[in-house]
């Protein structure tokens, strides 16, 4: 092997010199180092950096109602009603608040108000020519919007964002101002989808809020009820007397001495069901949870009169139940036998606290 | 060919070598303070806030009750977080455990926790949830308040009559002579409450005066209006026989956000009120 022979006398490469002037590499790569070396021990070193509180909002049902003032659509079948639902349109109207809750912030600015015009009338009262005897039940949810805001700026909310509610996303305009450390609450009517074939649905919401009011938007936490599988008509199920969906509206309700008299325009002779007591009609007819002693009186071609035999129970003592106005009677439908809602009105329930006071 | 490279260590580089250990100093202090300065490398701070959705429970005769207490958590931060109860007790109330007890919340999630709670519900004070303790990635664990702990009220109204946070009584006498309800309401545990809306299934009765604030043992008489036409509202459901009032327990020594939210509470006023709103609203006119 041949070794090449150095030049002796040739002049050295420049070194790489600890120090040998000429090169900033190293300089640099020791700046480098010190600063990385630097900035890993001072973020070892340092606190972490406090949480934030962001606002949060929380929804649940404040109430549940049923708006049975529209006739039900010829076309329908009374067994299958088809609530065709909105948002209401009070709800738009309706989110205009402060955080002052002393004010408007707690003030329902639905048709809840005292004096709002209402569509409800006595049955004994309507015209018996005028009023339809077959409604449609739509059902109404009060949405409660608590807001709570832990900054210190205010924030001014301009909108919520509610999946769940109907088949397809609705969007309500707010225009909802809660001051720094301070909450603010809203109630927000919606009407559900509760059709027959509507697959329920759980309660989603977001708000939206003006830009740099300190966030753009968040997800709003729905209560328990609103987040059950069955979705808001379950709610309405459970709370509201079946047959809600298709009620019927009493032709005339009348006192008679202790008794109550009921003509039901819609149920013929054949449909009513209930026992023959000596020959004697006995519909099967509950008012909340209580049986009626009661008896039909059937002709034919005149309609069908019920007369609740007095005196008439006084509705669950002690407890804050509202008192009924509503008659649910069996009957046949659809091959086998279902409860039907009769709307009678004050006139039952001035009946059923006859013997309260006693 | 050329003479390789030869490092130069004699004894006069010393300097220079010092002179590097400087820079390299210099470099780390200033690495340590811009790192502070402009947050490098520094996680986001977490986002993450609790309130109360939902309270079970309540009803029975003893003075501290055990409810259930549901809570959401939101995050908003960029990295997840852990909730865990809080190490002391509330004013007048107590977490004993949470289910789950070690909540974690991804990002841009809602949490929900359920908490085993006893309140002193005939504590004179407002009721006030403990802080929950949110644990950050790094491990450092902050106080988390909960909002909307007022709602905790509610549970009270359920309990015996001597501490719910109100109580009424109706005089159908004095409502006679100007179709107004009189009401007399009371603060049973003497807690500061102030009175915000009465409502009558769903719907809103006019008060006055328009707000009330009880304070101490003493009653205050409210005079309700009836609606002028039967509200449809009634027309499925029926004659209200209890009302729902909107309350909150006193906040102005407190400017954390949940002492001002508000309970809603259900007073039973029975057949006073029922034939009341027979009278006014729906007369049945035969």
Redesign the interface.
């Known amino acids: 092997m041949t070794v090449p022979a150095w030049d002796l006398d040739a002049p050295a490469e420049t070194p790489l010199a600890v120090g040998g002037g000429g090169s900033l590499g190293p300089l640099l790569a020791i700046c480098l180092a010190g600063l990385g070396v630097g900035g890993l021990v001072g973020s070892a070193l340092s606190p972490t950096t406090a949480p934030s509180f962001p606002p949060i909002a929380t929804l649940s049902i404040r109430e549940v109602y049923v708006d049975a003032s529209e006739p039900l659509p010829p076309t329908s079948s009374s067994a299958a009603a088809t609530n065709t639902a909105t948002t209401s349109a009070a709800a738009t109207n309706a989110a205009s608040a402060t955080s002052n809750p002393t004010a408007s912030a707690l003030g329902n600015p639905t048709a809840s108000a005292p004096g709002s015009t209402v569509g409800a009338t006595s049955a004994s009262t309507a015209s018996p020519t005028a009023q339809p005897t077959a409604l449609k039940g739509q059902a109404v949810v009060v949405l409660r919007l608590q807001v709570e805001n832990p900054a210190a700026g205010p924030l001014r909310l301009t909108a919520l964002r509610l999946d769940g509610v109907t088949s397809s996303s609705n969007l309500l305009p707010l225009d909802l101002l809660v001051a720094g450390h301070r909450s603010a609450q809203i109630d927000l009517p919606v009407r559900p989808d509760c059709s027959p074939g509507r697959k329920p649905a759980a309660v989603r919401a977001r708000l939206t809020s003006l830009p740099g009011s300190g966030s753009d938007g968040f997800g709003v936490a729905p209560s328990r009820a609103l987040i059950q599988p069955g979705g808001l008509c379950s709610q309405v199920d459970s709370q509201m007397p079946n047959g809600w969906r298709t009620p019927l509206l009493a032709y005339d309700a009348r006192l008679d001495g202790i008794d109550l008299e009921v003509t039901v325009d819609e149920l013929s002779e054949e449909k009513v069901v209930g026992l023959l007591v000596d020959g004697q009609l006995q519909p099967t007819v509950f008012a909340g949870e209580e049986l009626l002693n009661t008896t039909a009186r059937l002709e034919r071609g005149e309609a069908p009169r019920l007369r609740l035999r007095g005196p008439p129970p006084c509705p669950q003592p002690g407890s804050s139940a509202p008192v009924p106005s509503t008659l649910r009677l069996l009957v046949p439908e659809d091959g086998g036998i279902q409860p039907r809602l009769v709307i009678v009105g004050s006139a039952l329930t001035q009946w059923l606290q006859l013997d309260c006071g006693r | 060919?050329?003479?390789?490279?030869?490092?130069?260590?004699a004894p006069g580089?010393n300097r220079?070598?010092l002179?590097?250990v400087l820079?390299?100093?210099?470099?780390?202090?200033?690495?340590?303070?811009?790192?502070?300065f402009w947050?490098?490398?520094?996680?986001t701070?977490?986002?993450?806030?609790?309130?109360?959705?939902?309270v079970v429970g309540g009803a029975g005769s003893r003075k501290s009750v055990r409810i259930l207490v549901?809570l959401?958590i939101?995050n908003?931060?960029t990295a997840p977080?852990q909730v865990f109860k809080p190490e002391s007790r509330g004013d007048g109330t107590e977490i004993l455990a949470l289910t789950p007890s070690d909540l974690r919340v991804d990002p841009d999630r809602?949490g929900?926790v359920d908490a085993d709670v006893t309140l002193d519900c005939d504590r004179p004070e407002p009721l006030q949830l403990a802080d929950l303790q949110?644990q950050?990635t790094?491990g450092?664990r902050?106080p988390?308040?909960i909002?909307?702990a007022g709602m905790v009220l509610e549970a009270c109204s359920r309990a015996s009559t001597a501490v719910r946070p109100l109580a009424a009584t109706t005089s159908v006498k004095s409502s006679a002579d100007d179709g107004r309800l009189a009401v007399r309401l009371s603060s049973p545990t003497g807690r500061a409450i102030?009175v915000?809306?009465v409502?009558a299934?769903?719907?809103?009765?006019?008060m006055s005066p328009t707000?009330v604030t009880l304070a101490g043992k003493s009653s205050v008489v409210v005079r309700l209006?009836?609606?002028?036409?039967?509200?449809?509202?009634?027309?499925?459901?029926?004659?209200?026989?209890?009302v729902t009032v909107?309350l909150?327990s006193d906040p102005a020594t407190d400017?954390?956000?949940?002492a001002?939210?508000?309970a809603?509470v259900?007073l039973?006023l029975g057949?006073g009120l029922?034939?009341w709103l027979?009278d006014r609203s729906?007369?049945?006119?035969?």
């Open positions: 060919m050329r003479r390789p490279m030869v490092i130069n260590l580089n220079r070598a002179s590097f820079i390299g100093l210099l470099s780390l202090t200033v690495g340590y303070i811009g790192q502070g947050d490098v490398g520094r996680p701070p977490a986002a993450a806030s609790a309130i109360v959705t939902d549901s959401a939101t908003t931060g977080v809602i929900r949110l950050l790094d450092a902050r988390l308040q909002n909307g102030d915000l809306a409502r299934g769903g719907v809103d009765l006019a707000t209006t009836a609606p002028t036409a039967c509200p449809t509202q009634w027309r499925v459901t029926g004659i209200p026989s209890a909107d909150r400017l954390r956000a949940s001002d939210s508000g809603t259900r039973r057949s029922t034939s027979l729906c007369p049945e006119r035969g």
